[in-house]
């Protein structure tokens, strides 16, 4: 991860509902609700961290599933970032 | 009826530090503050619920007032605070030394006094009857909200964690039921259900009735050793802790493991999981999960185990009609119809094909003779040129097949692959002359693997040709007659074993 901290604003809304419910696996719209961030904002951060690796996605017809990445290393970092103040 | 909720000495702490925090009493305070002659608030309260009143540590440098650390009569308006424990309603501490009064208001929630709520450096005479009673009747409003506040959120966050559990389950039994082969729903099941629980391992075990002994075969495992056993666990009924759950259908549930049964009108399976990450125990909020999402997973085996049942059943249907038109049509032909199939599905598999892509051309391949079951031996073994009219009827066996195999629902993905099997890559071919891409991905492959049949078979007019002789041919006429990419295929396909091995001796 190239910065030393979580990325700010919404991108860290998402990973931090993951870190703190770390055997969540949900749609878009699930995490939308739990996050309060509109549903294409949610779709297209997902996206995102699912391309970087952070979370796991199970694509279906209908949907698709977000879980946390299962990677060791990944989530050291990130609860390192985490436990890291927010910088602007 | 107002709700109540019980109040422990944590919660006693955490509405105090809400009430010092609370943005409307600092409204307030700035409002009163003009009819009480700027006194000094503060809140005395117990340390921990217990011992002694003093002045809350954070008064004032939440309130920013630092006159609150020297306080004057201090001693005296605590004593008579202690005095005052059991009063409910305000009260005022004269303090004669320096004629001022404090103003207190008991902070009373539920019957649980959190503190008191003091005003000091008042001059008595301020203490006047209209602001005093708006003060306390604000106080009183102030401190319910605050409680409604504190009880809400508790409830979200003890709701919460169950909702977000919830959401989680439904989003498992929509991935889990996207898909209806067996072997990938258990995979998919077993990882979904270890990540859910947070779990080590997870091991799916399905009964198999159909070898004796019956057993419980473990069909699915997700985390373990890096290297799996190279045979999957199978346990008799009884036989371990997952053959005791099968058996007694009851969960087990320790510290290191849970192992429920999958529940259809008869048990049909476990789910089983051992050791939780980082130490943690299973505990019975994992084990309501686990039954939830066994539940759901039953549905989706029991459906996966019904399709494949199904495509079973249309399989035999298939292979018995395609027995009878192989003996009917044997003249025609060099390769069986087991070699043909494999020659074609070997070309899907380099190609890429989707399963379902692949089950399509798999029962075309063995069906794809069958509108010619209405045509008459004679023209098969006819050694002249056809005439027009024999011609024609000939031309129409794709149309006559697809119309067969189309009157089966379950074959309709097969009929476009019979019709177009003999059209050509230019165009040029029957019955509709299509093009290029245009033509099903399936028959441009039974296309090329039928040619090859009918060119190393030979027919009444044209002689076998040996195996380098039609490969040659179809080289030919890529392009025109066939995909390029097709006969790039059959050719790394046919020179391998096991494909190399069936056309010995062609």
């Known amino acids: ?88 | 009826m107002e709700n109540k909720v019980l109040i422990s000495p944590l919660d006693e702490k955490k509405l105090l530090e809400h009430l010092l925090d609370n943005h409307e009493l600092r409204r307030q305070r700035i409002l009163f503050n003009r009819f009480l002659g700027n006194p000094i608030w503060w809140v005395a309260c117990r340390q921990n619920g217990r011992g002694k009143l003093a002045m809350h540590s954070k008064c004032a440098h939440i309130w920013s007032d630092p006159r609150a650390e020297s306080l004057s009569c201090k001693k005296q308006i605590l004593s008579a605070l202690a005095r005052h424990l059991k009063n409910p309603s305000p009260f005022q501490v004269e303090c004669r030394k320096h004629r001022l009064a404090t103003y207190c208001i008991p902070l009373i929630v539920q019957n649980t006094r959190l503190g008191v709520l003091c005003m000091s450096h008042i001059r008595p005479a301020m203490l006047r009857k209209a602001p005093v009673d708006l003060l306390n009747s604000t106080i009183r409003l102030l401190l319910t909200n605050i409680v409604r506040e504190y009880e809400l959120k508790r409830l979200s966050e003890s709701v919460r964690p169950r909702a977000i559990a919830l959401s989680t389950v439904h989003t498992v039994h929509r991935i889990i039921n996207s898909t209806l082969n067996l072997d990938e729903l258990v995979t998919r099941l077993a990882h979904l259900t270890a990540q859910v629980l947070r779990a080590k391992t997870c091991a799916i075990f399905l009964y198999n009735r159909a070898k004796v002994p019956h057993l419980l075969v473990e069909r699915a495992r997700a985390g373990g050793p890096a290297k799996p056993a190279k045979r999957k666990r199978a346990l008799r009924a009884g036989e371990g802790i997952e053959g005791r759950v099968f058996h007694t259908a009851k969960h087990v549930i320790r510290k290191n493991l849970i192992c429920v049964p999958l529940i259809d009108e008869d048990v049909i399976g476990v789910i089983s999981l051992n050791d939780k990450k980082e130490g943690a125990s299973f505990d019975i909020f994992d084990q309501e999960i686990l039954t939830t999402l066994a539940e759901e997973a039953v549905i989706a085996i029991k459906n996966a185990q019904l399709y494949e049942e199904q495509k079973k059943v249309t399989l035999g249907a298939i292979q018995s009609l395609a027995a009878i038109l192989g003996a009917r049509f044997a003249h025609t032909r060099r390769l069986t119809s087991d070699s043909l199939l494999k020659i074609t599905l070997a070309i899907a598999d380099y190609l890429k094909l989707s399963e379902e892509e692949k089950q399509a051309i798999h029962y075309a391949t063995l069906l794809k003779d069958a509108g010619k079951i209405g045509l008459p031996d004679e023209i098969f073994r006819k050694p002249s040129k056809l005439t027009g009219e024999e011609y024609q009827m000939v031309r129409q066996h794709p149309v006559k097949g697809a119309m067969i195999v189309q009157s089966f629902e379950s074959l309709k993905p097969v009929a476009p692959i019979i019709l177009y099997s003999h059209e050509n890559f230019d165009g040029t071919g029957y019955p509709q002359g299509l093009k290029g891409n245009a033509i099903p991905m399936g028959a441009r492959i039974l296309s090329v693997v039928n040619a090859f049949d009918a060119l190393v078979a030979g027919r009444p007019y044209k002689t076998r040709a040996t195996l380098i002789e039609a490969m040659h041919e179809l080289r030919q006429h890529r392009g025109t007659q066939f995909d390029p990419r097709v006969i790039e295929a059959f050719e790394h396909v046919i020179a391998r074993p096991p494909i190399a091995k069936l056309l010995t001796g062609i």
């Open chain 1, 1 to 88: 991860m190239a910065s030393d901290s979580l990325p700010t604003g919404d991108q860290a809304k998402v990973i931090r509902f993951f870190l703190d419910n770390p055997n969540s696996i949900d749609t878009p719209r699930g995490v939308s609700a739990w996050t309060n961030l509109s549903l294409p904002e949610c779709r297209r951060i997902l996206e995102e961290l699912a391309k970087k690796g952070i979370l796991l996605a199970y694509r279906t017809s209908s949907t698709v599933g977000y879980s946390l990445t299962e990677n060791k290393k990944i989530l050291q970092t990130l609860q390192k970032l985490a436990k890291k103040p927010h910088q602007k």
